[in-house]
DNA sequence: GAAGAAAATTAAGGTATCTTAAGAAAGCTA
DNA sequence: TAGCTTTCTTAAGATACCTTAATTTTCTTC
């Protein structure tokens, strides 16, 4: 499970065999059945999160009651609520197990300790956190100028994979639609 | 002009005075007239970019030409084609001057240079682009959750200031609706 | 493998937002 | 200040997506 935290890290930013054993050393692993919180809204997000295996989804429950799902993570993805986790203050998303999952996980400060002692561990939250940042500036484009079938049909594209382990009606949260639309928009496309 | 843009990132990381002479001799100004481009679809967005003055805006032109206004920019402010800078493709996005507009810039080859000589840069771009994420969710998740007047009166809640220096029509991009149906809600709300 | 729970489908009526088009107001430029 | 361009408003008809509710299908659990 460390290794695959490692090999993620590496893919990124060279690290010596020193820097990896420290990094090893404050992580620690969770493990989730299916529906598990990993976090629930009001609790304080005080871990950076890297999914060793499962499927998660992190979402939000707006004034009435609906849910509205921000992402979904799998293996190798890392998830959190960073805005809870940066400003301390009580999260406003859950994170859910979609399937059994295992998650490493880092307190905050262990993490500026690393931050502090390994200036590739930065530079590695740093690109982290560019290209996560580009992923949704990609997704906000697509919410803007898409219709409902298109976002559907380009989801499906692209993550075949996730899309075989998902619900539908997590979908269609996704996807900023209903499930009874996001039905009849299947149905019309396979006519 | 310079002295900004050091306070802007003394605000988040400290720098030493050797430090700070570093970043000031990489950064190099352009100065943009009023719907002058910074950067247009095509174009290698071989820069980061700081604004000392002025306000920009940075959109996308789809398939069926409509513009979609990803975000504004105003004094202070980093804006980019950060997927274009990232992966060294042509911009999708078209950056341009809303106003006459001041803004420092770096080359790509010259930050790499300053990643690897002062570990705070790195850092500091870890923490601006991990706000810049965030407040992006926020936005998304708004875009999700809220009819386009709730967006409309919180924006202007929000960025008085900025509501006041752009057209309505670029709000209403922005906003993800049609200038017309903007102009019917103003009415409704003052009513 | 039966019973109950969760998810997906279908359909009818409703609403937010869009499209088109035309006119009014405001902002530049000579 | 006049004339031209850009921006904003108004309104009517169109459409994508929602809501509700009932039915069917699939998944879970004992």
């Known amino acids: 499970m460390l290794d695959l935290l490692i090999e993620n890290i590496k893919e990124v930013v060279p690290l010596t065999d020193e820097d990896a054993s420290l990094v090893k050393k404050a992580f620690n692993p969770v493990q989730l059945k299916k529906k598990d919180f990993l976090l629930r809204n009001g609790e304080y997000s005080d871990h950076m999160r890297f999914i060793v295996e499962g499927c ?65 561990i930065d530079r590695f939250y740093r690109i982290k956190t560019q290209n996560g940042f580009v992923a949704l500036q990609e997704r906000t484009i697509n919410s803007m100028s898409q219709s409902a079938d298109e976002r559907y049909y380009d989801f499906v594209k692209k993550y075949r994979k996730m899309e075989q382990q998902i619900p539908q009606y997590m979908l269609a949260s996704y996807l900023g639609i209903t499930p009874e639309h996001l039905s009849t928009l299947r149905k019309n496309l396979t006519k």
Chains 1, 2 share one sequence.
Do not use: C
């Open 56 to 120: 998660l989804r992190a979402y939000k429950i707006d004034e009435n009651g609906k849910e509205h799902i921000l992402y979904f993570g799998i293996k190798n993805w890392w998830i959190n609520d960073l805005y809870s986790y940066l400003t301390r203050t009580p999260a406003t998303l859950f994170i859910q197990a979609v399937s059994d999952s295992t998650v490493m996980q880092i307190h905050r400060d262990q993490l500026n300790i690393l931050y502090d002692k390994i200036h590739m």
